[in-house]
């Protein structure tokens, strides 16, 4: 009798342990989620503040100059050490914004230019996605290797005939998801403001040609 008693207490504690350890596993995956979905949030909101400030400042500036130099100051002030340049594309060729100074040494405006063609820059601006230095180099890129290895690069496109926004940081603090969508959510709103500006040029342009 007592050694049946002790093979269904022992049956019973097995059984409690292994729902134990069901139990464990879902709260495990429950905190897992949990952690996961506030880290998602966190991203979003931060997204979600950085645009609405971005397109405040949108509306200070009154012209292409001003909104070049405001979305370039607004990249390095958001996102630690990096900067950024804005590469436009021309009837026949492409122009490279690009603040005098910055946080990353050894990059210059000409080295952009030597870097960048023209079909690169319009293949990029025809992108739905962010475009990686990796990317770039199978696109053909003809950065200076000694420089490449030092800093991280992603192309922001900013749609068809318009160009590209290029940002880059020192390599060993490489960009992450959280930038890059920042990046991306405001890639439209400085589209619109650069679309703006051209037409207003244009349309500034051929009225001093009729008069």
């Not at 269904?8 to 429950?30: F, N, P, S, W, Y």
């Not at 405006?109 to 996605?129: A, D, G, P, Y």
């Amino acid at each position: 009798m007592v050694s049946r008693n002790n093979k269904r207490a022992l049956k019973v504690i097995r059984h409690l342990r292994t729902d134990g350890m069901k139990q464990a596993e879902k709260i495990d995956i429950l905190c897992h989620d949990i952690v996961s979905a506030h880290r998602e949030f966190s991203t979003e909101l931060a997204t979600l503040n950085y645009t609405v400030s971005f397109y405040e400042r949108l509306l200070g500036c009154a012209d292409m100059e001003a909104l070049l130099e405001m979305a370039i100051r607004s990249i390095h002030q958001t996102i630690e050490q990096a900067d950024a340049a804005v590469v436009l594309l021309t009837d026949n060729d492409f122009e490279v914004h690009i603040p005098e100074t910055g946080s990353v040494e050894h990059v210059e405006k000409q080295q952009f230019r030597l870097w960048f063609t023209r079909e690169i820059v319009k293949t990029v601006s025809q992108m739905n996605r962010v475009c990686t230095l990796d990317q770039l180099l199978r696109m053909g890129l003809q950065g200076t290797p000694a420089i490449l290895k030092t800093i991280s690069l992603a192309a922001i496109p900013l749609g068809r005939d318009i160009g590209l926004l290029l940002v880059y940081r020192p390599a060993e603090c490489p960009f992450q998801v959280g930038d890059l969508s920042c990046l991306g959510a405001v890639s439209g709103g400085l589209r619109e403001a650069v679309t703006g500006f051209q037409t207003a040029q244009t349309s500034s342009a051929d009225n001093s040609l009729q008069i």
